[in-house]
């Protein structure tokens, strides 16, 4: 399988947040994950950044964020050129969409831990 390089925007170190079990599962599936979040931590491995990081050769962006918060983060995420963001259940934000879409990155409503568990990711 292809590692595919991981950004999960809205990291928790909390376990009981589908974010963190989204960067466990990401990890044990071979990806490489970063990791961006409100407070500092650590998830299997894993860094939780608190500033937005440089980013290079991003496959994926999965969202754990509401569309509020993602404002912050729509430069951010275009310049890096991911090649899809996903929109995880509670984070669809038409307005991101559009502008995903008008800059040729895929973007998939849908729910990381799903795809994963069905090697659709």
């Known amino acids: ?6 950004l999960v925007l809205g990291a928790s170190a909390k376990p009981d ?17 970063l990791a961006i979040g409100q407070n500092a931590g650590e998830v299997a491995g894993v860094k939780i950044q608190t500033k937005a990081i440089p980013l290079k050769n991003i496959d994926t962006v999965t969202l754990y964020l509401n569309p509020t918060r993602q404002r912050d983060y729509y430069n951010y995420i275009v310049e890096a050129k991911p090649k ?30 799903v795809l994963l568990s069905i090697n659709q990711y």
Do not use: W
Not at 1 to 6: D, P, Q, R
Not at 18 to 33: N, R
């Open 1 to 6: 399988m292809k590692n595919k390089k991981t």
């Open 84 to 113: 899809r963001v996903i929109f995880n259940p509670g984070t669809d934000n038409p307005e991101f969409r559009q502008l995903l879409e008008l800059n040729n990155i895929k973007v998939e409503v849908a729910c990381t831990l």
């Open 17 to 33: 947040r589908y974010a963190y079990l989204a960067i466990t599962q990401l990890v044990e599936k071979g990806h490489s994950v």
